[in-house]
């Protein structure tokens, strides 16, 4: 995983919504980056040895495969996990280092369209046709300091 030397490069976590017309799959990718750049030109261009430390987005076909062409994101957690949000879908996953999903969250809540109120769908019912899309998501570790005094266990659901 690169020069392994933390004062020489910098990792930045991005989220790579594919391309078309030739790769129609989105993934998560970690870039090792050389803390000087060379090759700098007048127009603000700057060349790097970029090193892909760490990928996950299997291709199109594949088993877990994704494709978002915007609002897309992912975050590195405090575990070292990754979380993935495919924003146009509304929904958010994490995954291991290792490429195992952990766990998975389909957005329940339709966009309001041409002035029609908000549909909330259960956890684990067909979601209908609609916008579910999702901008930004955050998962909160228990430690968080907003948790403080009160009692996170388990309901019903979430949602309503």
Not at 134 to 143: A, D, G, S
């Amino acid at each position: 995983s690169g020069s392994g030397n933390d004062d020489d490069c910098d990792r930045v976590l991005l989220f790579n919504n594919g391309r078309k017309p030739d790769r129609h799959w989105s993934s998560a990718d970690e870039l090792e980056i050389p803390a000087t750049a060379t090759n700098g030109t007048a127009s603000g261009h700057v060349e790097t040895n970029a090193e892909l430390v760490w990928t996950y987005g299997p291709p199109v076909g594949r088993e877990r495969s994704f494709y978002c062409t915007h609002i897309s994101g992912v975050e590195r957690l405090e575990n070292g996990n990754t979380l993935v949000l495919m924003g146009p879908q509304g929904i958010i996953f994490e995954v291991t280092s290792g490429g195992d999903e952990v766990w998975r969250y389909v957005c329940p809540v339709m966009d309001a369209v041409e002035g029609t109120a908000e549909c909330i769908v259960r956890q684990g019912d067909q979601r209908m046709k609609g916008r579910f899309s999702l901008f930004c998501f955050r998962r909160y570790p228990k430690t968080y300091e907003g948790f403080e005094g009160r009692e996170l266990g388990a309901g019903r659901h979430l949602e309503g």
